[in-house]
């Protein structure tokens, strides 16, 4: 079995930002059925940066690792560069995953991806709606 990063650990142990943001400018939920990690995460954004992110996962320490640490990388970024974050990014932001474990940094890219899109619908819904 390969060993966690400490990052991976401590990030598993005292997960940053659970939980869920009352009436969430986006929403992201994603799952993976071969392991069952479910992962559902939550943005906050204000002039188009992301003043607030939590999330709720269920799932193994490498799935409950990446979402926290999305939720910290996608903090004060604006929209644009919260876009720009990989998996990789997240991977690598915890130290490293062992190679089995990568899906769970897909899974938090594509939970980020799936908020900032229902975020961008929302946005073009809103201001449709002010124009009419």
Known sequence: MEAYSEKVMDHFR??????EIENPDGVGKVGNPVCGDIMELYIKVKDGVITDAKFKTF??????????MVTELVKN???????????RAVAEALGGLPPIKMHCSVLAEEALKKALDDYRQKSVKESSEKAA
């Open 77 to 87: 970024k604006t929209v644009e560069e919260a876009l720009k974050i990989s998996n």
């Open 14 to 19: 005292s997960p940053r930002n659970v939980g």
């Open 59 to 68: 799932g193994c320490g490498a799935a409950i690792a990446t979402s926290s």
